[in-house]
Each structure stands twice: as C-alpha cells, then as structure tokens.
C-alpha cells in the first residue's frame, strides 16, 4: 500500500471516531431549543410544573431582557412563556421550599425547563450548585397584561412574608387611576 494512500486511510479513521465520539458526546447533553423560537406568552395565571435552573455566575452583571443588570442575591428569574414583569411562587417539589421572584429575562432555552432562577433563590428553595436542576411548580401571583393590567394568578391566594392577604381573582383588574385620567 502506498504511503500517501495510508495516509488518506487513517485520515478517514480519524474522521470516523471523531463523528462517533461528537455524536456520543452530544446525547448526553440536554437538548437546546433554538432562541429563534418565541412561544406564546402565557397570560392565564395558572401553575406550571417543569424543570428548574439557575444563572451561571458569569451572567452576573449582564442586561437582562426588561434592560436591567442581572444581580445573583436579587429574586430575579426567567421564562420563556410568563410575561415579563410576572411574580410568581416557585416551589421546589423534592424539598416543599418556595420563594417568590420576579419575571425578568428570557430562557432557559433547554428542553423541559421552564424557569431560570437567581443563583439565590435556587439555594433558597434547595437547588445546590451540585444538582443544578430541580422539578419546581411555578404559580403566577400578579401576571402584567398587555393592556396595563394585571390579572392575578394561582399564587394569588397565599399569605405573603408581611402578612397581607391576597384574594383570590379569576378576572384581571386594571390599576387605579384608569387610563385617561
């Protein structure tokens, strides 16, 4: 066999277990959803439950999606389908844990996972940097609307830190004073 014909053979070797190594090692990795794709923004204020992340550190400092820096001790978080602006209760499902944060960027952009937390909320409600991933139910309490109201939500009827009671609302209410005033 020819020396330049050897050559030409370990090269496609070296391309065939490459592919299967890159194919292997793409299998293991959670699939990416494509940040082209904008799903329909969820206006009904009811529970979700799905897969939990937080920010890594290096987005600290960074714009978020409504303008502001992110600030990994805030109870910032993000979603793909809540407006922003949303608050919502995320409940860690495996510890009973909950805190409530605020819609304010975009993502996660991973398949099964429906909210982005602050690095100090995730530990507040039990996600370790170790695990990285929890299943949590997100349960809106005020949801903007697009029309300056603000519908509230599944949370909506929960006792907050202060002691204000919230009362359940099926029907979106607009702020006082009306528009137009």
Not at 97 to 109: E, W
Not at 160 to 172: E, F, K, Y
């Amino acid at each position: 066999m020819s020396d330049s014909r050897r050559k030409i053979l370990a090269l496609f070797a070296f391309a065939a277990l490459f592919e299967t190594m890159m194919g292997s090692a793409q299998a293991s990795t959670p699939e990416r959803l494509a940040v082209i794709e904008k799903p329909a923004l969820d206006l009904s204020g009811k529970k979700r439950v799905g897969k939990a992340s937080f920010y890594a550190h290096r987005f600290a400092g960074k714009k978020m999606a409504d303008g502001k820096m992110m600030n990994p001790q805030h109870d910032n978080a993000a979603s793909r389908t809540l407006p922003l602006g949303t608050t919502a209760k995320v409940t860690n499902l495996d510890t009973g844990k909950s805190a409530f944060v605020t819609i304010q960027d975009r993502g996660p952009y991973v398949k099964g996972r429906i909210v982005d937390l602050s690095p100090s909320t995730a530990q507040e409600i039990g996600i370790t940097q170790r695990q990285g991933v929890a299943r949590v139910e997100v349960a809106p309490l005020a949801v903007p609307l697009p029309n300056g109201g603000v519908k509230l939500g599944a949370a909506a009827n929960v006792t907050l830190a202060h002691g204000a009671l919230l009362a359940r609302n099926d029907r979106a209410y607009r702020p006082f004073p009306p528009l137009g005033w």
